[in-house]
């Protein structure tokens, strides 16, 4: 991997974002320098014999980190290699993605499965070194001795590198025991040399891995460090939830009494809406009773007020009649006081049976129209 200037860390103190960690210091230059180390050709290998052994693609072959972050991948690959050697892992739900402890869990389960396969300790490496992406090139080591292995126990997948025999290692047992039989007399000066040389390396090859187990004893501790903040986190977390579980039924409560409360309300409401129609109905049907009843009176009253109209044009008629006879009768006096000065005896005699006889005329014609008046 190139690394680029600007990826250098600050070193006035500030702080870098390096593919999306925040690190600082020294540690932003560690971090740079593993990354340097990390050979894209190699992981893509890597990358292309578990997609033989798992028969698909991967996401990305050029991103192996990302691919093997959750765990699921390597969890598959051993079950692929030795069928049911992890039982159960973590998987995400659907729409969903793993909390970072079952991907660490998913990580740690491939390691503890992985020493059934014979692979070395310096072959091995640590969740941090997957996970936070701290050590890619020792990923990749361990997946190519896993290949290797593999192809030794009889898979058909090409392994990474030249196959490993099926002729079973020696035991430090034997080799002690080997050793028992080696007398210096039979090496020479030079070969005594070479002896103490090839056994000063393999002393400094032991001081080597005593660190690296100090080192993955380190990084242990500190992954479980980390193991247990994630653990602490995940508990407040969980009490978290369980305070907004308990908030959310305590809220669901107080809305389902307040929904009761106003069904309640709503119920008392329908019922006096119901009354005030029921009334309004009533209303409507006695102000039609009293419409037809006043109707029927307007009627009345129009039919009584013609009746009087007549009554009152009939009355009129009898009045003028009235004034006609009280002339007529004054007439009658005035002319029969003339008539009693000028005429004579035999004379009244017949002028008054004609006014007797249009007197009873009269009579009878009042008589009449007073009849028809009433």
Not at 29 to 44: H, Q
Not at 293 to 304: N, R
Not at 312 to 338: A, D, E, P
Request: aromatic share 8%.
């Amino acid at each position: 991997m190139k690394v680029r200037k600007k990826d250098i860390v600050n070193r006035t103190g500030g702080v870098d974002t390096i593919d999306g960690r925040t690190v600082y210091g020294l540690d932003a230059e560690s971090y740079l320098k593993i990354r340097a180390k990390e050979d894209p050709y190699f992981e893509k290998e890597v990358g292309q014999w578990i997609e033989s052994v798992l028969g698909e693609k991967l996401n990305d072959l050029g991103d192996l980190h990302g691919c093997l972050k959750d765990g699921i991948i390597l969890c598959r690959l051993l079950n692929k290699l030795k069928p049911g050697i992890i039982p159960k892992y973590n998987l995400p739900k659907k729409g969903q993605s793993l909390h970072p402890l079952m991907e660490r869990e998913n990580i740690g389960l491939f390691l503890m499965a992985s020493k059934q396969f014979d692979i070395s300790a310096e072959d091995m490496f640590s969740t941090t070194d997957l996970y936070a992406r701290a050590n890619m090139p020792q990923v990749c080591q361990m997946m190519a001795a896993l290949s290797r292995s593999a192809g030794a126990q009889g898979s058909a997948a090409k392994s990474i590198g030249p196959r490993l025999s099926r002729r079973p290692t020696k035991i430090w047992e034997d080799v002690i025991t080997e050793a028992q039989y080696i007398h210096t007399e039979d090496f020479s000066d030079d070969e005594l040399q070479d002896q103490l040389i090839q056994t000063k390396r393999k002393l400094q090859e032991s001081n080597l891995e005593v660190q690296r187990a100090l080192i993955s004893r380190d990084t242990m501790k500190h992954d479980l460090d980390i193991e247990k903040a994630d653990k602490e986190q995940l508990q407040v977390e969980v009490q978290r939830l369980k305070d907004v579980l308990r908030d959310t039924r305590t809220s669901e409560r107080r809305y389902m009494r307040e929904a009761q409360n106003l069904k309640a309300e709503q119920e008392i409401v329908e019922r006096r809406y119901l009354r005030e129609v029921e009334n309004l109905k009533l209303s409507k049907e006695n102000a039609l009773r009293d419409y037809q009843k006043i109707k029927k009176q307007i009627i009345t009253f129009k039919s009584q007020t013609q009746k009087w109209r007549s009554e009152m044009s009939r009355v009129l008629q009898v009045k003028n009649f009235y004034k006609k006879f009280l002339v007529l009768l004054l007439l009658f006096f005035g002319i029969m006081y003339l008539y009693s000065q000028l005429v004579t005896n035999e004379m009244q005699d017949h002028v008054i049976a004609y006014i007797m006889g249009a007197i009873a005329l009269g009579t009878e014609r009042f008589n009449n129209l007073i009849s028809n008046a009433l």
